[in-house]
T-cell receptor
Framework: DTGVSQDPRHKITKRGQNVTFRCDPI?????LYWYRQTLGQGPEFLTYFQNEAQLEKSRLLSDRFSAERPKGSFSTLEIQRTEQGDSAMYLCASSPTPSAGRWPGELFFGEGSRLTVL | GNSVTQMEGPVTLSEEAFLTINCTYT??????LFWYVQYPGEGLQLLLKATKADDKGSNKGFEATYRKETTSFHLEKGSVQVSDSAVYFC???????????FGSGTKLNVKP
């Protein structure tokens, strides 16, 4: 399977605990995105990487959230001191760098990691 | 700002009925427009896209035309099937920007 994979698919945790999600993008894609989706809403942008560099962060990403992509391949999203409001589906997507021949680059999504904070 | 507004769901149709899901957008620049679909238990996947005014995107019998004058990108299908039951998301992306802006999604239920 050469799609975007996310792990774990579902995480249940108690308020105040830390959680970490992992995303493995499509191997030749150098852009990686994290989105958050709550029930009945569309995905909301959190952050994005070009290779290992984190180039943009949303205001939604509080200081309890941190994302890394240390070698420009997989990425992790950590949430510290989870709150009930963090309960959501966390989506990872990847895309190749847009070029004249393939603009606009589409996003390829994983199946998501669902977080439930009790 | 940049945003996408979709018609509220759920939309319930009988098999072979005509489908329209409305989408309008607000953009600070000149966007490309997309429809993504999410089948139950699966990730979002691109359904179709259009990059400039009057372009028509099409795939799997679905169509949408980029209407700059009405800032719209309505999704249509002439004859829906039960297998089309899913959540449909309209989205935009500005040229040379990296974020996609998504609508809230419209759930489609097709009954046999």
């Amino acid at each position: 399977d050469t799609g975007v994979s996310q792990d774990p698919r579902h995480k249940i945790t108690k308020r105040g605990q830390n959680v970490t999600f992992r995303c493995d993008p499509i191997s030749e894609h150098n852009r990686l995105y994290w989105y958050r989706q709550t029930l009945g809403q569309g995905p909301e942008f959190l952050t994005y990487f070009q290779n290992e560099a984190q180039l943009e962060k949303s205001r939604l990403l509080s200081d309890r959230f941190s994302a890394e992509r240390p070698k420009g391949s997989f990425s992790t999203l950590e949430i510290q001191r989870t709150e009930q409001g963090d309960s959501a589906m966390y989506l990872c997507a990847s895309s190749p760098t847009p070029s004249a021949g393939r603009w606009p680059g589409e996003l390829f999504f994983g199946e998501g990691s669902r977080l439930t904070v009790l | 700002g940049n945003s996408v507004t979709q018609m509220e769901g759920p939309v319930t149709l009988s098999e072979e009925a005509f489908l329209t899901i409305n989408c309008t957008y607000t953009a600070t620049g000149y966007p490309s427009l997309f429809w993504y679909v999410q089948y139950p238990g699966e990730g979002l996947q691109l359904l179709l896209k259009a990059t400039k005014a009057d372009d028509k995107g099409s795939n799997k019998g679905f169509e949408a035309t980029y209407r700059k004058e009405t800032t719209s990108f309505h999704l249509e299908k002439g004859s829906v099937q039960v297998s089309d039951s899913a959540v449909y998301f309209c989205a935009l992306r500005l040229y040379n920007f990296n974020k996609f802006y998504f609508g809230s999604g419209t759930k489609l239920n097709v009954k046999p």
